[in-house]
C-alpha cells in the first residue's frame, strides 16, 4: 500500500541514528509517502506501525529509537477490515 508512495521500491538503504532521521531522508525524497507516515506535528502516526529489528518502536522509544546497532527498519501500515 506505501510502495506506490515511494516509486515502487519495496527497500532502502539509509544510514541514520534514529527512526525519525530515517523519515526524514525517506521524506526528503518522497514527500506524499511521509505524509502517509507522520502527522501534521511530525508524530508517528498511530496506523502505521515501524519495527526496529522486530521491535515495535513504540515499546522502545518512538520516533528517537535509536539504530545504531539495529539492521533493520520495517514500516508496516495496519489492516483492517468489517
Known amino acids: 500500500m506505501l510502495r506506490p508512495l515511494a516509486g515502487g ?5 539509509v544510514d541514520a541514528p534514529t527512526i525519525s532521521a530515517v523519515l526524514d531522508a525517506l521524506g526528503a525524497e518522497f514527500p506524499a509517502l511521509e505524509r502517509r507516515l507522520r502527522n501534521e506535528t511530525g508524530a508517528l502516526r498511530r496506523y502505521v506501525n515501524f519495527y ?16 545504531t546497532d539495529a539492521k533493520e527498519v520495517q514500516i508496516i501500515p495496519s489492516v483492517a477490515g468489517g
Not at 521500491?9 to 538503504?13: K, L, M, R, S, Y
Not at 526496529?52 to 515499546?59: P, T
Open 52 to 67: 526496529v529489528d522486530g521491535e515495535e518502536c513504540r515499546r522502545l522509544d518512538g520516533a528517537e529509537t535509536s539504530l
Open 9 to 13: 521500491a519495496g527497500t532502502f538503504e
